[in-house]
C-alpha cells in the first residue's frame, strides 16, 4: 500500500520565504512530508525541470454578480472557478454583494447556493456593504463576522453603491470593535459624476472618456481620504485596484508613517493603458474598468509598487461582461461610456501574465510572485496557513508550472464564459500545466479533471492584518483617556 495519496516528485518547490528542490507528498488532502526520496504515491507526477509553486489566490473577483445597473456577470461559478483553474489558482473570494433594501444574511445565503452546487475550487466570500441599516450594522453584519464573512467591501462612488464619510466612519468603528478588514474602493463620487454630466453636454460619449471622467486626482483624493479616515479611527484597510501614481504615493507614505494601510493592483493596471479604451468605435468599451488603465507613466509606478512592498497582493478584479447587448453595449454602437458595464475579464491570465512580465523580465523574483499572489491573500484574510503556502499541515493546494511554455494568448483559448480578452495576441512564457486543490487533480495536460460542486466553501479567522495598531490620533486618545472611547 502507498505511503502517499499523491507524490510530487523533483520539482523545485517554492514559498514566500524558500525555494528548494524537494519531493511533496500529500494524503487525505493535506501536505504531509517535503524531503528528498520520499515513499511512493499511489498516484505521481514528475516535476522535474516545473515550478511547484502554492496554488494562487484571487482575493478580488465577481461571479454571479448583478451590478447596482442590473447586469449580470458573464461567468457563473462554474465557468469562473474553471477558468481560474486552468490559469493556476485554486482558491477564490468574490463578492456577495448586497444592494440597497436588501436583507445581508439573505444576500450570502443566496451567493451561497449559486456558489455550492458549481465550484470546483475553493471559495469564501468578501461582503459588500451598500445599505449600513441599523439592522444590518447592529445584528446582521457582526454575526456573519462570526461565522467566517469577515472581510467587506465599501465604495466612494457609484450611484447606488457609495457611501458617504459618515458612514464610512461607521463601518470602520464596526471592523475594528468586531476585528474584521475593510477593502475600500477609491474614487470620489463627485468629481466623476461632474465631469460626466460636462462629457455629455458636449457630446463626448465614447468610450475614451470613461478615462477622461475617472480622473486620476479622483483616485488620489479619494484614496487620501480613505486613509484619513482609517487613520482618525486606528483602522487597518485594503485599497483595491490601485491604478493612479497619486493613489500609490498615498499609500506609500501612510506606511512610510508606520500606518496599516495595504495596497492591491491587478493585470489591467500593468498590460493595459487608456489608448486602448480609446480604440475606434465601441471597441474601447471592453476596456473600460473603474478606475480606468492610465498611462505607460502609471504602469511603471505600478510595476514600482509591487517591487517595493507598496502593494501587497495581486488580484484579478475579474469582472466579466460579454462585449454585447447583455453586457458592456445596452445601447449597441449608440452606447455612451457611462452606459458601458465596468470591468474586464481576467481570471484566468492574472497568474501567468505577472509571471511572465514580472518573474521573466527580471522584475519580481519567484517568492516575490508567490507572496503576491497567494501567501499574502491569505494572511489579509484569515485564510493561512490552511492556504497560500506549501507546508507540512497546509492543504495540498499546488500548481504546477513549466517555467518555459510559450503561449500566444486568445479568447478561443480560455475558459470563461465572456468571449473576449482585453489581453489578445499577447504572448507569455511560464504557464500551469497541472493544478491540484486538496489533493484532487483539478487540471492535468488542458484537461479539466474536477467535477461542478468539488470546491469548499471556506470560513475565514479574523485576520492578523486587521488589528490596529494602537496609535490614537490625539484628539481621540484625550477623549479616551478621559475614560470615554468613541469607538
Not at 445584528?139 to 469577515?150: F, K, N, V
Not at 483624493?221 to 479611527?233: D, G, I, K, P, Y
Amino acid at each position: 500500500m502507498s505511503e502517499y495519496d499523491l507524490m510530487i516528485r523533483g520539482g523545485t518547490v517554492v514559498t514566500a520565504a524558500d525555494t528548494t528542490i524537494c519531493d511533496v507528498g500529500v494524503k487525505d488532502g493535506v501536505v504531509v512530508a517535503l524531503g528528498k526520496d520520499l515513499g511512493a504515491g499511489a498516484r505521481e507526477i514528475d516535476a522535474t525541470r516545473k515550478l511547484v509553486l502554492p496554488g494562487g489566490i484571487d482575493s478580488h473577483c465577481h461571479i454571479e454578480q448583478r451590478s447596482s445597473a442590473g447586469v449580470v456577470c458573464a461567468d457563473d461559478f462554474y465557468s469562473a472557478t474553471v477558468s481560474a483553474a486552468f490559469g493556476g489558482t485554486t482558491t477564490v473570494i468574490p463578492f456577495a454583494a448586497q444592494h440597497r433594501g436588501q436583507s445581508l444574511r439573505q444576500v450570502v445565503q443566496e451567493y451561497h447556493e449559486a456558489a455550492g452546487p458549481k465550484a470546483v475550487i475553493d471559495y469564501a466570500f468578501h461582503l459588500i456593504i451598500s445599505d449600513p441599516t441599523e439592522q444590518v450594522m447592529g445584528q446582521e453584519l457582526p454575526a456573519l463576522i462570526r461565522d467566517g464573512y469577515t472581510s467587506f467591501k465599501v465604495y466612494m462612488t457609484y450611484d447606488l453603491l457609495q457611501l458617504n464619510d459618515g458612514q464610512m466612519l461607521d463601518i470602520l468603528a464596526l471592523a475594528r470593535r468586531e476585528g474584521a478588514f475593510v477593502m475600500v474602493h477609491a474614487e470620489n463620487y463627485d468629481m466623476i459624476k461632474w465631469l460626466t454630466a460636462r462629457l455629455l453636454e458636449h457630446g463626448l460619449g465614447a468610450p475614451r472618456y470613461h478615462a477622461v471622467s475617472h480622473a486620476r486626482l479622483a483616485e488620489g483624493e479619494a484614496t487620501n481620504r480613505a486613509v484619513t479616515l482609517a487613520e482618525l479611527l486606528d483602522v487597518p484597510i485594503l485599497l483595491v485596484h490601485v491604478s493612479a501614481a497619486e493613489a500609490i504615493e498615498v499609500i506609500r507614505n501612510a506606511q512610510t508613517k508606520g500606518l496599516k494601510i495595504y495596497g492591491e493592483t491587478c493585470p489591467q493596471y500593468l498590460f493595459l493603458t487608456a489608448d486602448d479604451i480609446a480604440r475606434p468605435g465601441v471597441e474601447g468599451a471592453k476596456f473600460c474598468c473603474s478606475p480606468p488603465p492610465r498611462d505607460h507613466a502609471a504602469q511603471e509606478a505600478v510595476w514600482t509598487g509591487l517591487r517595493n512592498g507598496t502593494f501587497q497582493v495581486f488580484s484579478s478584479d475579474h469582472a466579466p461582461y460579454r462585449f454585447d447587448a447583455s453586457g458592456k453595449l445596452p445601447k449597441g454602437d449608440r452606447t455612451t461610456f457611462p452606459e458601458i458595464a465596468n470591468g474586464v475579464p481576467g481570471i484566468e491570465l492574472r497568474l501567468p501574465l505577472l509571471f511572465s512580465e514580472g518573474v521573466g523580465q527580471g522584475r519580481l523574483d519567484l517568492n516575490a510572485f508567490v507572496a503576491l499572489t497567494a501567501t499574502n491573500h491569505a494572511k489579509l484574510y484569515g485564510l493561512y496557513p490552511k492556504k497560500g503556502t506549501i507546508a507540512v499541515g497546509s492543504d495540498a493546494d499546488i500548481a504546477i508550472w513549466d517555467p518555459e511554455r510559450e503561449t500566444t494568448i486568445t479568447a478561443g483559448m480560455l475558459h470563461d464564459n465572456v468571449g473576449y480578452t482585453p489581453y489578445e495576441g499577447r504572448r507569455v512564457r511560464g504557464w500551469p500545466v497541472a493544478v491540484i486543490s486538496r489533493g484532487r487533480i483539478v487540471v492535468e495536460d488542458g484537461k479539466l479533471a474536477a467535477a461542478r460542486g468539488s470546491g469548499t466553501f471556506l470560513p475565514c479567522a479574523l485576520s492578523e492584518a486587521a488589528k490596529p495598531v494602537g496609535a490614537a490620533v490625539p484628539e481621540l486618545a484625550f477623549v479616551t483617556g478621559q475614560g470615554t472611547p468613541l469607538v
